[in-house]
Nanobody
Framework: QVQPVESGGGSVQAGGSLTLSCTASGYTGDCRGGMSWYRQAPGKEREFVSGISIFGTTSYADSVKGRFTISQDSAKNTVDLQMNSLKPEDTAMYHC????????????WGQGTQGTVSS
């Protein structure tokens, strides 16, 4: 069973930076794919932040474009999210999610890591 584990959350002031990491292992068969980051702020729905395919293709929510950068180290099964120029509205629990290539594969979510940005 794949279990994504996030790390790197913390508290920073507005304009600061945080780097989140997600490590996932235990893939079986042909179910290894890309990964995505989502976030959920108190009282709000979970929203997509950024994703990266197994081939390195990246995508970002409009709200984070130009500030966040996603990258992966396939050898370490790790996906990082570099977050710069942070704003108070970036405060949320950040979760990583596996993006398997086939519908018969299971999608796994991590427990999350908290990122807090103070003004």
């Amino acid at each position: 069973q794949v279990q994504p584990v996030e790390s790197g959350g913390g508290s920073v002031q507005a304009g600061g930076s945080l780097t989140l990491s997600c490590t996932a292992s235990g893939y079986t068969g042909d179910c290894r794919g890309g990964m995505s980051w989502y976030r959920q702020a108190p009282g709000k729905e979970r929203e997509f932040v950024s994703g990266i395919s197994i081939f390195g293709t990246t995508s970002y929510a409009d709200s984070v474009k130009g500030r966040f950068t996603i990258s992966q180290d396939s050898a370490k099964n790790t996906v990082d999210l570099q977050m710069n120029s942070l704003k108070p509205e970036d405060t949320a629990m950040y979760h990583c999610k596996t993006d398997p290539p086939f519908t018969y594969c299971i999608t796994y979510w991590g427990q999350g890591t908290q990122g807090t940005v103070s003004s």
